[in-house]
């Protein structure tokens, strides 16, 4: 009888925990709302001088981006190596992994508990050349120069906050397996059957808008195409359109519709099509 009950009880863990986990959620988020309500216009005062995708959303969307980037950062702990915390700090990193998240339903990156913000370029474990930011079982980490270089557009198609939590939601989904998002797991296929021949064309030495660090490896040339997908949208469109459209079917999101909706022009937002040369890790 026992074994039957502890059957009955296992079966039903594994029938109901994603629902369960799913209802969870969403009262901790209810709960969280009206203490959102109160840090509203602090974030939107930092968000809206800083993030320009955040400036090309509708009031609606704004109002989400706020919240999940409030869920986000209250779900972290940020820490400050040798610079002094501002409350723009883990604000805009919040921002950032929000963005690239925003078409999908899972954006906590729940794995990843520490973000780690450094001042500059940094050593890391044997490699010789210096870091901007990367990510591995302890945490994210990002240079706080390097990162509002990016937040701004002074690196033309660089953004490492970006790219970083690029690494940070495939790291989730596939490596730890801790916030698969259905959809997302579902399209990073279809995204591969796009992706995968452009990358191995790059390894026999033919270069595009990605650039040459995009072809260090798969996971590289990903959160390359993360950054040139919000960075230079019509660009990337024109030149890899396949490529361009299987992100915007991965990330369930457009930014170049973003941008028409909200009547900027193009011309203002892309103005340095010049590539640089990618040092991100
Ligand atoms: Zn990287």
């Given at each position: 009888m026992e074994l039957v009950i502890l059957l009955l009880v296992i079966v039903g863990i594994i029938v109901f925990f994603e629902p369960l986990n799913g209802l969870y959620n969403r009262i901790i988020e209810k709960l969280a709302y009206k203490k959102f309500l109160a840090h509203e216009p602090f974030l939107h005062s930092i968000i809206s001088k800083n993030i320009r995708f955040y400036k090309r959303l509708t009031v609606e969307e704004q109002h989400r981006f706020l919240f999940r980037t409030y869920i986000f950062r209250q779900s972290k702990r940020f820490h400050y190596i040798e610079l002094e915390e501002i409350p723009e700090m883990s604000v805009l990193i919040s921002a950032v992994a929000v963005q690239l998240t925003?078409?999908?339903?899972?954006?906590?990156?729940?794995?990843?508990?520490n973000i780690f913000v450094l001042k500059d370029d940094y050593h890391y474990g044997l490699y010789s050349r210096p870091f901007q930011g990367h990510v591995d079982h302890s945490g994210i980490y990002l240079s706080w120069d390097n990162f509002m270089r990016g937040v701004q557009g002074?690196?033309?198609?660089?953004?490492v906050g970006l790219h970083e939590m690029g690494h940070a939601l495939t790291y989730v989904n596939?490596?730890?397996?801790?916030?698969?998002?259905k959809h997302f797991k579902k399209e990073f296929k279809n995204f591969s059957k796009v992706a995968r021949p452009i990358f191995e064309s790059m390894q026999t030495g033919r270069r595009n808008i990605?650039?040459?660090?995009?072809?260090?490896n798969y996971h590289e040339f990903w959160a390359v195409c993360v950054e040139l997908f919000f960075e230079n949208p019509i660009r990337f469109r024109h030149e890899l359109p396949d490529l361009f459209a299987a992100m915007k079917k991965l990330l369930n999101q457009d930014p170049i519709v973003i941008l028409n909706t909200n009547r900027i022009k193009a011309s203002d937002f892309f103005e340095d099509y010049k590539m640089q040369k990618m040092s991100v890790n």
């Amino acid at each position: 009888m026992e074994l039957v009950i502890l059957l009955l009880v296992i079966v039903g863990i594994i029938v109901f925990f994603e629902p369960l986990n799913g209802l969870y959620n969403r009262i901790i988020e209810k709960l969280a709302y009206k203490k959102f309500l109160a840090h509203e216009p602090f974030l939107h005062s930092i968000i809206s001088k800083n993030i320009r995708f955040y400036k090309r959303l509708t009031v609606e969307e704004q109002h989400r981006f706020l919240f999940r980037t409030y869920i986000f950062r209250q779900s972290k702990r940020f820490h400050y190596i040798e610079l002094e915390e501002i409350p723009e700090m883990s604000v805009l990193i919040s921002a950032v992994a929000v963005q690239l998240t925003f078409g999908l339903e899972r954006y906590k990156l729940n794995y990843f508990k520490n973000i780690f913000v450094l001042k500059d370029d940094y050593h890391y474990g044997l490699y010789s050349r210096p870091f901007q930011g990367h990510v591995d079982h302890s945490g994210i980490y990002l240079s706080w120069d390097n990162f509002m270089r990016g937040v701004q557009g002074l690196t033309a198609n660089c953004n490492v906050g970006l790219h970083e939590m690029g690494h940070a939601l495939t790291y989730v989904n596939f490596i730890t397996q801790t916030e698969e998002d259905k959809h997302f797991k579902k399209e990073f296929k279809n995204f591969s059957k796009v992706a995968r021949p452009i990358f191995e064309s790059m390894q026999t030495g033919r270069r595009n808008i990605l650039g040459d660090y995009a072809g260090t490896n798969y996971h590289e040339f990903w959160a390359v195409c993360v950054e040139l997908f919000f960075e230079n949208p019509i660009r990337f469109r024109h030149e890899l359109p396949d490529l361009f459209a299987a992100m915007k079917k991965l990330l369930n999101q457009d930014p170049i519709v973003i941008l028409n909706t909200n009547r900027i022009k193009a011309s203002d937002f892309f103005e340095d099509y010049k590539m640089q040369k990618m040092s991100v890790n």
